[in-house]
Nanobody
Framework: QVQLVESGGGLVQPGGSLRLSCAAS????????MGWYRQAPGKQRELVAA???????NYGDSVKGRFTISGDNAKKTVYLQMNSLKPEDTAVYYC???????????????WGQGTQVTVSS
């Protein structure tokens, strides 16, 4: 059974920091790119950051220079360090595991349950 368990969300003041964690189980970590997405009320889900097992990273334009994604392959865990948080960063943050090996039509895609991040004074 595949599980992606997020933690670390909460309420923070503008300018503050939070660190999200996503612990994966039930997958061969090296076969997946891990990512963080977010969805604010009334908006579409958007990519925040992603990382491959080899360490290549990709960021959404709105978080570049403020957020950092990292991974620990041994622990099957991916982290999102969020600095200089803004009210517009308020959203539910979801962990994603996207299989990148094998036939494209048979690749798996998994989501965590989400964790709320609220940036407010």
């Amino acid at each position: 059974q595949v599980q992606l368990v997020e933690s670390g969300g909460g309420l923070v003041q503008p300018g503050g920091s939070l660190r999200l964690s996503c612990a994966a189980s039930g997958i061969v970590f090296s076969r997946y790119a891990m990512g963080w997405y977010r969805q604010a009320p009334g908006k579409q889900r958007e990519l925040v950051a992603a990382i491959t097992s080899g360490g290549s990273t990709n960021y959404g334009d709105s978080v570049k220079g403020r957020f950092t994604i990292s991974g620990d392959n041994a622990k099957k865990t991916v982290y999102l360090q969020m600095n200089s948080l803004k009210p517009e960063d308020t959203a539910v943050y979801y962990c994603n595991a996207k299989e990148v090996l094998g036939a494209p039509s048979r690749r798996s895609d998994y989501w965590g349950q989400g964790t709320q991040v609220t940036v407010s004074s």
